[in-house]
């Protein structure tokens, strides 16, 4: 007879995917303890099926099938980025299942050291001995070669030593995607996983006046409608903005926008989310081969739904939280403004042993999120960066980015990053933010359509 804590286990295994519980929720549903609901949400966390995000609480997510997740094979990742194995060949058949990245000091290293866990590192043969001597696979980038001793002491060990031409972070991108890929098994979410059906949504009909916009307005507190013809093709988008200034006779053909940008259910979710950020566009019909419409996405929807996917991938896979994680909190200077610092290193390094434009210019926007989540109270996603580079950054030296908000308008926040290196400003960024609503489907569909 199954436990208490297997039955909720059993429960929380069921619930769709997306749902959200809490200890309470559980407790009463289920008839059982705060204690014993809390231990099996636990577990649950533990197995991947739920996972707790800032702000939004306690998510079911897609676990892992562990029966048929792989891990890496050595040998794959050298034919990845083209490496060459330098010493103990017999091991280019051990998993990997994550890495780390050897940039700190030798002492801070031996808290990371796990047999059959990837070291990537530069030209450092101490570091290099202390993997190979914890069984640890190691890929030394940047084209540097291991010394004779090295060598022999990974064919002594058994476990591969491996030169490769890429620098760090290209080297560690490439790995990182395969790991990332063979561990989820990732799903591509599609516009029919999360498009609102035709009879959740409000339209008019190309037949309309303004005066039923009006009407429809009062009822619903839509602002954005979807125009039909009679035999349900859609003929255009009307909006708040479209009929300001019109005689409720106008015919709503005269003021809506017609042939509106239009999706498909088979279009995935990203390539739509760039759709709507590039065009400016809140809500997009979904239509089937003959045009007539079956549905409507909102920008918002679209944003959330891709916000959560990125929430739900493991962080040891994740390039984004290994950059994010280098940038630490220093204070705030006011309600709207705070100060970050990092210390640059090989893993973030340009080919010129300076710190990558690119990197910053995603460590910026990043840090942006944070510092809306941490300082601003709200969760919120990038949608624009404007980024100036003025010099380049030397490594391990101290970078200061202070942030601060400038402007907000509705749901969009302006952010301003000034990156300083001793007292010498290196970068400027401007990045416009949309914040994520966190009620549910129905009421952010009154917002947002």
Known sequence: MATKHEKVLAYIENLPINSRLSVRSIAHNLSVSEGTAYSAIKEAENRRLVQTIDRVGT??????????????????????????????????????????????????????VEPNVLMIVGDREAVQRLGLTEQMPVIITGGFEPSDAVKRLADQ????????????????????????ERALNEKVLFIDDIYIPLNQVTYLRDTDTVAAYHHQNRLSSHSRYPVLDKSG?????????????HEATTPITEVMTADPMVTKGNMSVSSIAQ?????????????????????????????????????????????????????????NEGEERARYHFYPDQFIADDNEKLSSSILMSMLSLTAEK??????????????VTFTYLKPVHLQALVEIDMRLVNTEGKEHQI??????????????????????????????????
């Open 59 to 112: 998510i079911r997510i897609e676990g892992f099938n562990q029966e048929q997740t792989k891990p890496v094979i050595i040998e794959e990742l050298i034919n990845l980025i083209n490496g060459e194995v330098m010493g103990g060949s017999v091991g280019v058949n051990r998993p990997v299942k994550k890495f780390i990245i050897a940039a700190m000091d030798e002492s801070s290293i031996r808290h990371y």
């Open 416 to 449: 301003a990053a000034e990156v300083r290196y001793g007292r010498v400003t290196v970068a400027k960024a401007t990045m416009r933010l949309l914040e994520l609503e966190e009620d549910e489907r129905e009421e952010r569909l009154d917002r947002h359509y």
């Open 157 to 180: 060990k058994g476990i591969p030593i491996i030169g490769s031409a890429f620098d760090t972070f290209t080297t560690v991108n490439l790995i990182n995607k395969a790991l990332l």
């Open 275 to 331: 759709m709507m950020l590039w065009a400016h566009i809140d809500l997009m019909p979904v239509v089937d081969d003959h045009h007539h419409l079956v549905g409507v996405v909102t920008r918002q929807d679209v944003l959330e739904t891709m916000s959560l996917g990125r929430q739900t991938v493991p962080n040891e896979y994740r390039m984004e939280s290994m950059i994010a994680r280098k940038v630490q909190w220093v204070s």
């Open 371 to 384: 510092f809306a989540t941490s300082v601003l109270q709200l969760r919120a996603i990038t949608q624009q």
């Open 233 to 245: 093709r859609i003929k255009g988008i009307v909006t708040l903005k479209d009929i300001y200034g």
